[in-house]
């Protein structure tokens, strides 16, 4: 055999081992978190309609749940995954808001991800959260859910018709935290799991929450009012530790990708049926709206959402490129739209 195709045939089993040797060293199972509790409406959401949905379509990746916040407290996790403790996390930005504020835009948009992907923002947040968490962006999703303010006092209104909550002391995370300051409330930083007693004992009268998980964690039975219109969506995301991403062939990358968009959606069909349920439990236990109409309701839910667009635009150098792709306005809640739509 001639030198030259001596080196040729070299080069090419070198390169069919190295497929091979990668193809084997690939991972064949990621190991996956949730920063919420198992019990968790939301994150029973991701276990149903993603984690499950990997596992049972038999494709070239399998999903192992590893738990939830008895894993790590939820503030550590995207930490954790940057260390290759997991692989995978499905975890609320606000958790990790002081690393990654760009979590800040999730909360306060009102286009969803199938739009960030088109007009560009989404290629944005995946360099965002690759700069700043150390992860890769897979997913957005329960995207749909909202929140609202839930009190044991009827608050006081301003001659705009706006809640004003001057003087009470209110359980918020940096979720609620601008909001219900803007509205002249204190707030507290206390654990979900001791929101309960901290209503009994009036440590506060009121709190932010999902539209969902409320009835999980008993709230309903305590709860005396509940003001709408709902507000934000949550900053729900689900992120990959890089070198786990990198040790995928194609095939599974574009796999777990696919399933992800779905995954989007379906989340939100998933956790809709499941408020609807809570919302008649809710109101079976005696919890009463404050429904703010016309330009109270307006007026309510542009200070909620300037406060958080300020909020980025303080802590973040992608504010700029980031509010006019993911904010429009005077576009309806998508909370109100998939409302309907899922109701019809």
């Known amino acids: 055999m001639k030198p030259l195709k001596i080196f040729a045939a070299i080069g090419a089993a070198s390169l069919a081992l190295a497929a091979a040797m990668s193809t084997a060293s690939a991972k064949e199972e990621l190991g996956a978190v949730t920063a919420l509790q198992r019990t968790n409406t939301i994150a029973q959401a991701f276990i149903e309609t993603y984690l499950k949905a990997i596992n049972a379509a038999n494709g ?27 692989d995978m996390l499905s975890c609320p930005t606000a958790y ?11 909360l306060a948009a009102n286009q969803g991800p199938r739009a960030l992907r088109a007009n560009g923002a989404w290629e944005i947040l995946e360099e965002v959260y690759m700069k700043k ?15 609202n303010t839930y009190m044991m006092v ?22 609620y935290r601008p909001l219900f300051r803007a509205l002249g409330a204190s707030t507290i930083n206390i654990k979900s799991s001791e929101i309960f007693t ?28 509940r003001i709408t219109p709902n507000y934000y969506q949550t900053n729900q995301v689900l992120t990959v530790n890089p070198k786990a991403w990198k040790s995928l062939t194609k095939e599974q990358q574009t796999f777990l990708e696919k399933q992800a968009l779905v995954y989007e959606t379906e989340s939100v069909k998933w956790l809709e049926v499941r408020r609807a349920k809570e919302e008649k439990e809710m109101l079976a236990a005696g919890v009463k709206d404050i ?54």
């Open 198 to 225: 901290a209503l009994q004992r009036g440590t506060v009268v009121g709190f932010g929450w999902p539209d969902v998980a409320v009835v999980a964690l008993g709230l309903h039975k305590i709860v005396k009012y």
């Open 60 to 86: 070239p990746v399998k999903i192992k749940y590893v738990g939830g916040q008895e894993v790590v407290p939820p503030r550590k996790a995207v930490n954790a995954l940057k260390r290759g403790q997991f």
């Open 291 to 344: 429904a703010l109409e016309g330009d109270a309701a307006a007026r309510y839910l542009d200070i909620a959402h300037q406060v958080i667009w300020k909020e980025l635009k303080e802590r973040s150098e992608y504010h700029d490129k980031l509010k006019p792709l993911m904010y429009v306005p005077g576009k309806p809640n998508r909370q109100v739209e998939i409302g309907r739509a899922l109701r019809q």
């Open 133 to 147: 968490a150390g992860a890769h962006l897979l997913a957005w999703g329960e995207n749909m859910t909202s929140y």
């Open 96 to 106: 990790y808001i002081g690393t990654v504020p760009e979590g800040y835009a999730l």
């Open 154 to 175: 009827m608050p006081k209104f301003r001659a705009d018709g706006v809640p004003d909550l001057t003087g009470l002391k209110m359980r918020a995370t940096g979720t």
